[in-house]
């Protein structure tokens, strides 16, 4: 079946230092792919998404890398802050039927930014 | 500001009661989503609606039931045939036609008295 995984449950970086968070994917067919942010307490909130005819996208202080071939979605910050200090979720379209548009999400890395 | 909101925060559930989390979005999305997120857990779909008056159970769907009469708003019951309804609740919407980002509420937290 299809499934979305996180390599590393968490993640402890220094501030101002580069972060990657990795998320593996099963599903080849997997043509979206989104990375969320969820501090305590609050929702997801988006981050940056990838369509499977890009490499590499970016954003503000975040870059999202999609490797194909290994089936393999990382999330880059760069120059880490306090503020980034949530749990990280990656997510992939669903494709099966009438549950197009859904998104199937992974359990989630944390991230623990120290001053 | 268009965003998406849910009300209450936090609701408490006494054993055999139905309670209903509410849902609202102002941002003209077609599609609305209900989430259960359990600790250390990722979401889990509990039921989803891609236009009013018709949604469709998702992988949780038992013991939780909902409606959609109106584009802006996606109630969830939690009834009492849900017996660990003790749980973060999200709700989430986005625009059909497929690889569109959902945005989500902050959420409701319910717990068991």
């Known amino acids: 079946g299809e499934s979305v995984g996180l390599h590393l449950p968490t993640l402890s970086v220094q501030e101002g230092d580069n972060s990657i968070i990795n998320c593996a994917y099963s599903n080849s067919a997997s043509d979206y792919f989104i990375w969320y942010k969820q501090e305590s307490g609050k929702g997801p909130q988006f981050i940056i998404d990838i369509r499977s005819n890009m490499d590499k996208r970016q954003g503000q202080r975040v870059t999202v890398l999609l490797n194909k071939t290994v089936k393999h979605l990382s999330l880059q910050i760069a120059a880490t802050q306090p503020g980034d200090s949530a749990v990280y979720f990656c997510a992939e379209n669903s494709l099966y039927g009438g549950s197009q548009g859904n998104l199937i999400f992974g359990k989630g890395t944390k991230l623990s930014v120290k001053p | 500001d268009g965003g998406i909101t849910q009300s209450p925060k936090y609701l408490f559930r006494k054993e055999g009661q139905n309670v209903t989390l509410s849902c609202e979005q102002n941002?003209?999305?077609?599609?609305m989503y209900w989430y259960r997120q359990d600790p250390g857990q990722g979401l889990r779909l509990i039921y989803y609606s891609q236009i009013v008056n018709d949604f469709q159970k998702g992988d949780i769907a038992e013991g939780y039931s909902v409606s959609r009469e109106k584009k802006e708003s996606f109630p969830l019951t939690v009834t009492s045939a849900q017996k660990n309804p003790t749980a973060f609740y999200l709700c989430?919407?986005?625009?059909?036609?497929?690889?569109?980002?959902?945005?989500f509420g902050d959420g409701t937290r319910l717990s068991i008295l």
């Open positions: 989430a919407s986005n625009d059909r036609g497929g690889n569109q980002p959902q945005h």
């Open positions: 941002l003209n999305h077609d599609a």
